[in-house]
T-cell receptor
Framework: EADIYQTPRYLVIGTGKKITLECSQT?????MYWYQQDPGMELHLIHY???????EKGDLSSESTVSRIRTEHFPLTLESARPSHTSQYLC???????????FGSGTQLSVL | DQQVKQNSPSLSVQEGRISILNCDYT??????FLWYKKYPAEGPTFLIS?????DKNEDGRFTVFLNKSAKHLSLHIVPSQPGDSAVYFC??????????FGKGTRLHILP
């Protein structure tokens, strides 16, 4: 049912590398979100966007940045990865408020 | 301060019996509640939702109950099946605001 895609699924990189996690959706949703989740913890909102050229920081402070140049695309970038960035990153989208979020499969990031 | 609380980190239920997952919230302005299911290394998948104007919503084996006065909701799964073993997240939102998630409850369905 969900047409939201994240790449890569798994990524292992060294400290100091620049990385971009990709997220695309084909549902025409205006609202898109990035969550970070560690085992046994809640999903923490780190960035969101309500449309093209609109981005906001979420509740959890993050050293990552995002962009929203096209409706369907919402990439997340880490300029210099550190071991503390090791986590699962989940992208989601929705059409309207008070409607369910559709999630991608997630990117499991490990920084050595 | 957590606005959505799932106080049971894990729950074990016999196959065929009822699984009851609980969730408490602190913000009385929440007007929309959702349950998600998550397998390891995958994204959460939507299960069922309920608006604050209702107290029950049913979809197949899944039923969500909302008690606004107690600020409590629960998810009932009947009958429980092996494929139901996963982490279940409770979530809530108010108006046009962002969805807030709990920490999840890991459900183990025993053979």
């Amino acid at each position: 049912e969900a047409d939201i895609y994240q790449t890569p699924r798994y990524l292992v990189i060294g400290t100091g590398k620049k990385i971009t996690l990709e997220c695309s959706q084909t549902m025409g949703h205006d609202k898109m979100y990035w969550y970070q989740q560690d085992p046994g913890m809640e999903l923490h909102l780190i960035h969101y966007s309500y449309g093209v050229n609109s981005t906001e920081k979420g509740d959890l402070s993050s050293e990552s940045t995002v962009s929203r140049i096209r409706t369907e695309h919402f990439p997340l970038t880490l300029e210099s990865a550190r071991p503390s960035h090791t986590s699962q990153y989940l992208c989601a989208s929705t059409a309207e408020a008070n409607e369910k979020l559709f999630f991608g499969s997630g990117t499991q990031l490990s920084v050595l | 301060d957590q606005q959505v609380k799932q106080n049971s980190p894990s729950l074990s239920v016999q196959e065929g019996r009822i699984s009851i997952l609980n969730c408490d919230y602190t913000n009385s302005m929440f007007d929309y509640f959702l349950w998600y299911k998550k397998y390891p290394a995958e994204g959460p998948t939507f299960l069922i939702s309920i608006s604050s104007i209702k107290d029950k919503n049913e979809d197949g084996r899944f039923t969500v109950f909302l008690n606004k006065s107690a600020k409590h909701l629960s998810l009932h799964i009947v009958p429980s099946q092996p494929g139901d073993s996963a982490v279940y997240f409770c979530a809530a939102s108010v108006g046009d605001d962002k969805i807030i998630f709990g920490k999840g409850t890991r459900l183990h369905i025993l053979p």
